[in-house]
């Protein structure tokens, strides 16, 4: 799939009510994902591997069930929208519009057993994503962002989501899912630089470790090697609680890659210093 199927530099206005219509539907795909997830999590289930021999990339059931639990709704309330799947892929459509899904971000957490995964559900319009979901059906969490702000909603009740101030890398905890998402040489040292400067480092939480970021409870999530299912739903939901995402060179993240965000705009800076050794060049 292009990055020209989907992103095509022409943004499609939505007005405040379209948005929030869009949200409550982003809220109805989540409920049907995880409607399909959760007979299968911490069950006995069978897991394939999409790289073969080559390495490992997990994919089960409870993924494939999701995604195409989200597009049968889609299919019926949205039929114009494009959908970007992890799993089915790219179907094309015709608003203008695009739906960018990972049913289960991650899949390693899920088939081990730890609730640190979600459903990821982006809105693209045309240049960015406009709306947010990640959704953790075990826990009952739902974080969403959009322009309207950013929420957590548990036990439904909604809080604002807001990033806490940290200035300086001494003061701040950083998370990154796993050491080998980064390539040798480089982007390692620099990936190693900033984790050496830094007071706290944590691993493993995928997109969980990004709501926690716009949460207030984590400073940095700094990744690499990310597909842009793994990114677009947690753009919306950082920025609107007042948090930086970026890529290692301060530009756009919504492709994957390498990934930056911070809760506060200046430790984002310093991070992006000790990062640029390891930033990848066109």
């Not at 929030?20 to 999590?41: K, S, W």
């Not at 990640?134 to 929420?151: C, H, I, K, N, V």
């Not at 604002?160 to 990154?176: G, W």
């Not at 965000?261 to 430790?267: F, I, R, T």
């Amino acid at each position: 799939m292009m990055r020209d199927d989907w992103i095509s530099g022409e943004a499609i206005p939505l007005s405040d009510a379209q948005l929030a219509e869009l949200g409550a539907l982003a809220g109805r795909l989540a409920d049907a994902a995880g409607a399909a997830i959760l007979p299968h999590f911490r069950a006995a289930l069978a897991v394939d591997n999409k790289l073969g021999e080559s390495g490992f990339d997990p994919v089960t059931l409870a993924d494939r069930a999701a995604e195409a639990a989200i597009r049968e709704l889609l299919a019926a309330e949205r039929p114009q929208d494009a959908i970007f799947g992890e799993e089915q892929g790219y179907a094309a459509g015709s608003s203008g519009l695009t739906w960018v899904i990972d049913p289960i971000d991650g899949t390693r957490a899920f088939i081990t057993g730890m609730p640190l995964w979600g459903t990821l559900i982006a809105l693209h319009d045309g240049v960015r994503p406009v709306l947010g979901v990640m959704d953790q059906p075990y826990l009952g969490e739902r974080f969403s962002g959009s322009r309207l702000g950013a929420t957590m909603r548990r036990g439904g009740v909604a809080r604002a989501l807001h990033t806490r101030p940290c200035a300086q890398l001494s003061q701040a905890a950083l998370q990154c899912t796993a050491l080998d998402m980064f390539k040798p040489g480089a982007e390692r040292a620099a990936y190693d630089a900033l984790a050496a400067r830094v007071r706290l480092t944590r691993y493993s939480g995928d997109c969980y470790a990004y709501c926690m970021l716009a949460h207030g409870m984590l400073d940095l999530v700094v990744e690499a090697d990310l597909k842009p299912y793994d990114i677009q739903a947690l753009i919306p939901i950082i920025e609107a609680a007042g948090g930086v995402l970026s890529d290692w060179r301060g530009g756009d993240a919504q492709l994957g890659g390498q990934v930056l965000a911070a809760g506060d705009a200046a430790l984002h800076a310093q991070a992006l210093a000790l990062l640029a050794t390891g930033a990848e060049r066109d």
